[in-house]
């Protein structure tokens, strides 16, 4: 074998060899230290690709659950709200029943005008009150996007009630409710049929539910509401009762309502009006209901898929311990022996100055 000193070979190779060993040693180092199989898009840029597109999956399926349970929790609240505007609808039920009793006088009539005029009062103060996070007025009609008016785009009529949850991983995926207005003037208006009330201080009942008849007097309890409540939203073009049960003509926006009971003709029809609220309300709730179980399905349906693209994630991503540290070990005995190869190569090239001497 021929003897070079300006070029050693075989330190060259063994240069080559530790450089090899200490590189894919450094790897094997990071991705123990990482857990990760892939750190860099050197390691697997594919893989990478796709563990990052999982990744979003993940992390949007994951704060669409935290979404989901915001929406359950709103919902949760507006329901339970409405359970106690029920109540007390079915309370002014009871009591229209009582003065529809011709054994009343006017005094009893009057007592239970009392009450239920301040029943009317609490529903309209729940209604307005009740909010999520207290900023987001749940039943008081302002939920949802705007309506414009159609003769002039920048007079908003009112809301659509709805209001989207975001419970996917990617835009558009969503869990509609609507909340509506539930506010006794709300009551009113839908019962009314109508955003005014026509024939001003009567409900045509008629025009909301077949095969029934009669109309209920409507009262304007504004001077008995000492909480500075809003109001119903309808405008009242007409006669209206005061509490005193005084009539006046007036134009009036904001009028804090109630149902006459004051007569049995007036509290026969009261009924009436009472049993398409609570219906109106009952279906309310219902749709909260069914909504509630909807996002918790979402809910359950999300958690198993973030379990299976976390674990199809980590088949691409994470790094098999087992495997690595195998490797690591190798790659350790190479770089040790690539290093006393180079130094015995290193020092074989000294053969040549004995051949001097």
Same mark, same amino acid.
């Given at each position: 074998?021929?003897?070079?000193?300006?070029?050693?070979?075989?330190?060259?190779?063994?240069?080559?060899?530790?450089?090899?060993?200490?590189?894919?040693?450094?790897?094997?180092?990071?991705?123990?230290?990482?857990?990760?199989?892939?750190?860099?898009?050197?390691?697997?840029?594919?893989?990478?690709?796709?563990?990052?597109?999982?990744?979003?999956?993940?992390?949007?399926?994951?704060?669409?659950?935290?979404?989901?349970?915001?929406?359950?929790?709103?919902?949760?609240?507006?329901?339970?709200?409405?359970?106690?505007?029920? &109540?007390?609808?079915?309370?002014?039920? %009871?009591?229209?029943?009582?003065? *529809?009793? =011709?054994?009343? #006088? +006017?005094?009893?009539? @009057?007592?239970?005008?009392?009450?239920?005029?301040?029943?009317?009062?609490?529903?309209?103060?729940?209604?307005?009150?009740?909010?999520?996070?207290?900023?987001?007025?749940?039943?008081?009609?302002?939920?949802?996007?705007?309506?414009?008016?159609?003769?002039?785009?920048?007079?908003?009529?009112?809301?659509?009630?709805?209001?989207?949850?975001?419970?996917?991983?990617?835009?558009?995926?969503?869990?509609?409710?609507?909340?509506?207005?539930?506010?006794?003037?709300?009551?009113?208006?839908?019962?009314?049929?109508?955003?005014?009330?026509?024939?001003?201080?009567?409900?045509?009942?008629?025009?909301?539910?077949?095969?029934?008849?009669?109309?209920?007097?409507?009262?304007?309890?504004?001077?008995?509401?000492?909480?500075?409540? &809003?109001?119903?939203?309808?405008?009242? %073009?007409?006669?209206?009762?005061? *509490?005193? =049960?005084?009539? #006046? +003509?007036?134009?009036? @926006?904001?009028?804090?309502?109630?149902?006459?009971?004051?007569?049995?003709?007036?509290?026969?029809?009261?009924?009436?009006?009472?049993?398409?609220?609570?219906?109106?309300?009952?279906?309310?709730?219902?749709?909260?209901?069914?909504?509630?179980?909807?996002?918790?399905?979402?809910?359950?349906?999300?958690?198993?898929?973030?379990?299976?693209?976390?674990?199809?994630?980590?088949?691409?991503?994470?790094?098999?311990?087992?495997?690595?540290?195998?490797?690591?070990?190798?790659?350790?005995?190479?770089?040790?022996?690539?290093?006393?190869?180079?130094?015995?190569?290193?020092?074989?090239?000294?053969?040549?100055?004995?051949?001097?001497?």
């Amino acid at each position: 074998m021929s003897i070079y000193v300006n070029t050693n070979t075989s330190s060259l190779r063994a240069q080559s060899a530790l450089s090899k060993a200490t590189s894919k040693l450094s790897d094997s180092y990071a991705k123990l230290s990482s857990g990760k199989r892939i750190n860099s898009a050197k390691d697997d840029a594919a893989g990478l690709q796709i563990a990052s597109r999982m990744t979003s999956q993940i992390n949007g399926l994951t704060q669409g659950n935290r979404n989901a349970n915001d929406g359950i929790s709103m919902c949760q609240t507006a329901e339970g709200a409405t359970e106690e505007i029920t &109540n007390m609808l079915q309370r002014m039920r %009871t009591l229209a029943l009582q003065s *529809a009793n =011709g054994t009343n #006088a +006017d005094s009893e009539r @009057t007592a239970i005008q009392e009450e239920t005029d301040q029943l009317s009062l609490e529903i309209q103060r729940i209604g307005e009150q009740t909010s999520f996070g207290g900023t987001l007025h749940l039943l008081d009609g302002s939920m949802g996007g705007e309506i414009k008016d159609k003769t002039d785009p920048t007079k908003v009529t009112g809301h659509d009630g709805l209001v989207s949850f975001q419970v996917g991983s990617h835009s558009d995926q969503t869990v509609t409710a609507k909340f509506s207005d539930l506010t006794f003037g709300g009551l009113v208006n839908y019962v009314s049929g109508k955003t005014e009330v026509a024939s001003g201080n009567q409900l045509d009942f008629s025009k909301t539910v077949s095969n029934t008849t009669g109309q209920a007097m409507l009262r304007d309890i504004s001077s008995k509401d000492k909480d500075g409540l &809003n109001g119903s939203k309808m405008t009242v %073009t007409a006669k209206v009762y005061d *509490a005193a =049960g005084n009539g #006046a +003509d007036v134009a009036k @926006t904001g009028a804090k309502l109630s149902l006459s009971m004051t007569s049995q003709a007036n509290a026969q029809a009261a009924v009436k009006v009472l049993d398409a609220m609570i219906s109106h309300v009952d279906s309310e709730r219902a749709q909260w209901g069914a909504v509630q179980n909807r996002l918790t399905s979402t809910i359950s349906n999300q958690s198993n898929t973030i379990t299976n693209v976390s674990d199809a994630r980590s088949r691409i991503q994470d790094v098999d311990f087992a495997s690595e540290t195998a490797n690591m070990t190798q790659q350790n005995v190479i770089q040790q022996a690539a290093t006393s190869v180079l130094s015995q190569a290193n020092s074989s090239t000294q053969i040549a100055l004995s051949l001097l001497g």
